[in-house]
Each structure stands twice: as structure tokens, then as C-alpha cells.
């Protein structure tokens, strides 16, 4: 059974910075490079940021190039997203999935969660 879980969202102010997790299940995890997509309101899911599929190396939406990190705890089955000098355009539920290319592999999707940046 595939089970993401993603966590760490909340309110803060434009410049801040917040951590999100991902914990996805072995099998998924094992299987699939894992990324970071967001839904603003009212907009569709975009793509924030990936390992690519051997794990050698990470790629990143230019809206948020230099400013986001995707990391990963092989051993906990866990992607972070560390994201800096957040933006008011920053606020959407993020949610986390396997990868291809730019698009999510299996269109499997956990609950989000929200980040909302105050200007």
C-alpha cells in the first residue's frame, strides 16, 4: 500500500523559513525518486523539486531555485523540503510524491499540507 505523509506546515510571515517532511512507505520509497509539488488556490499542482530517478542529483522549479532544499533520510523513509526567504506566492498546500520528470509517477497523492506566508 502506498502511504505518504507529509507534515511541518503552518502559518508564518514572508522571509521565514519552514521544513516540511515527507514520509513515504518503504515500497514507494524504494522504488521511486520522490519529489514536491504545491496548489495555490485557486491554481493547479505544480511542481516544486525532485531528486532525479538515480538520486544523484536534484532539480528545482525556478520560482523556487536557490531558495528550497529537498533532502532525504534513507533510514527514516523521509524527504524534507527546507524552504527559505519565504514568499507570500509561496502559500499552497504541498504535497509529496514519487517522481517522473515533473509530474507525479502513480498520481498518488498524501493529505497536503499547508503553508500559508503572511506579507
Known amino acids: 500500500q502506498v502511504q505518504l505523509v507529509e507534515s511541518g506546515g503552518g502559518l508564518v510571515q514572508a522571509g521565514d523559513s519552514l521544513r516540511l517532511s515527507c514520509a513515504a512507505s518503504?515500497?514507494?520509497?524504494?522504488?521511486?525518486?520522490i519529489g514536491w509539488f504545491r496548489q495555490a488556490p485557486g491554481q493547479e499542482r505544480e511542481f516544486v523539486a525532485a531528486?532525479?530517478?538515480?538520486?544523484?542529483?536534484?532539480y528545482y522549479a525556478d520560482s523556487v531555485k536557490g531558495r528550497f532544499t529537498i533532502s532525504r533520510d534513507n533510514a527514516k523513509n523521509t524527504v524534507y523540503l527546507q524552504m527559505t526567504s519565504l514568499k507570500p506566492e509561496d502559500t499552497a498546500v504541498y504535497y509529496c510524491?514519487?517522481?517522473?520528470?515533473?509530474?507525479?509517477?502513480?498520481?498518488?497523492w498524501g493529505q497536503g499540507t499547508l503553508v500559508t506566508v503572511s506579507s
Open positions: 531528486f532525479s530517478w538515480r538520486g544523484d542529483n536534484t
Open positions: 510524491g514519487p517522481v517522473k520528470g515533473y509530474e507525479n509517477a502513480l498520481n498518488v
Open positions: 518503504g515500497r514507494i520509497f524504494s522504488t521511486y525518486s
